[in-house]
């Protein structure tokens, strides 16, 4: 906290805040604050073998782990949830010829408690035939 009061966050959990006055009043007051994880960065994701999907996360500091999702509408309705400490993962193969919808937050645990940071930006691919040449693509830098 800066002598202005302005509260600049280190890194994501928890941290109690006290303020107590100078006069000799001995007056004081505290808070708790949550800091959140940033916003979660697929650095790249790619077909394995035209029917896996391989994803790649920009790591973050300070953070428990990862939640992957995956869906075939765009909406995430009906989703498939994979939770690692893993800034990778990939999945069984899928069907062929359909496209699927994936997004990756992260997290940390306070006390038992998950806080869970915004979701990536969502990216999709179209899987393709078993034998077809693997599809690459990577992220722009955010």
Do not use: H
């Amino acid at each position: 906290v800066s002598a202005d009061g302005v509260v600049k966050a280190l890194k994501a959990g928890t941290t109690t805040i006290t303020a107590k006055t100078c006069d000799g009043s001995n007056v004081q007051s505290s808070c708790t604050i949550m800091i959140k994880p940033s916003k979660t960065q697929i650095k790249q994701y790619k077909l394995q073998g035209g029917r896996s999907v391989y994803m790649l996360l920009r790591t973050q500091s300070d953070v428990s782990g990862y939640e992957y999702q995956m869906s075939r509408s765009v909406n995430f309705k009906n989703k498939s949830v994979y939770t690692t400490s893993a800034t990778y993962a990939q999945t069984a193969v899928l069907k062929k010829k359909k496209q699927y919808f994936f997004r990756v937050r992260s997290y940390v645990t306070v006390n038992g408690k998950k806080y869970y940071g915004e979701w990536s930006d969502v990216v999709s691919l179209v899987t393709q035939p078993a034998g077809k040449t693997d599809i690459y693509s990577k992220w722009k830098d955010i």
